[in-house]
């Protein structure tokens, strides 16, 4: 799996790039969102999707992992495909999606071209409580992605304890001190158990 590239930016549009890394040119497609946020200097790097199916393997590009993030989440849900992600990616911000999903905003989502009544209820069905469990919200509604937590959640659980209670000690962690390294996270966890 292709997670990320580092290379020199060849080619621009507002819906792919060219990625060239030492010598292989790599074409990405992309959102409106990540086309304006790419820097302006040619050295680049880049957060991946590789999309395999039985015609194509098709390569997708993010300016940030939460936008992958969100991208993975969405084609996750029956009747969304990758094409229908990276429109809802470029009509709407990473924080935006988080944010109908987790308040149930039919209309905001349905607002997204090609995305009808019946895939915007199924979106906020089969992803709210993803999006509740993965993204922290404070007290504006803001979405606030916790990498630390998901991150020492994986590891927790290749060590082979039950995600549900590494969950649990994790929040407890995080409510006393919320700014920890994922490291200093999962050896306060592994004292906790």
Same mark, same amino acid.
Request: glycine share 6%; with cysteine.
């Given at each position: ?113 090609? #995305?009808?009544?019946?895939? *915007? ?5 089969? /992803?709210?409580? %993803?999006? &509740? @469990?993965? $993204? ?36 407890? #962690?995080?409510?006393?001190? *919320? ?5 200093? /996270?999962?050896? %306060?966890? &592994? @004292?906790? $158990?």
């Amino acid at each position: 799996m292709i997670t990320q590239l580092k290379g020199r930016l060849v080619e621009k549009n507002p819906t792919y790039i060219v990625v060239d890394c030492h010598g292989v040119g790599y074409l990405l497609h992309i959102s409106l969102h990540t086309y304006g946020l790419l820097p302006s200097e040619e050295s680049i790097t880049i957060y991946t999707h590789l999309s395999i199916k039985e015609d194509a393997h098709t390569l997708y590009g993010f300016i940030s992992k939460l936008e992958r993030e969100i991208f993975r989440l969405l084609i996750s849900v029956s009747g969304v495909g990758p094409s229908i992600a990276r429109t809802m990616l470029s009509s709407m911000s990473s924080e935006e999606i988080q944010q109908a999903i987790a308040s149930g905003n039919v209309a905001l989502i349905q607002s997204v071209k090609g #995305i009808g009544a019946k895939t *915007a209820q199924r979106l906020i069905l089969d /992803l709210k409580d %993803k999006v &509740l @469990k993965t $993204f922290d919200f404070d007290e504006n509604a803001v979405p606030v992605h916790n990498t630390s937590k998901e991150e020492a959640l994986s590891a927790l659980e290749v060590l082979g304890f039950a995600r549900k209670i590494s969950e649990k000690v994790l929040d407890k #962690i995080l409510k006393q001190e *919320a700014e920890l390294s994922v490291e200093q /996270l999962i050896k %306060k966890a &592994l @004292k906790s $158990f």
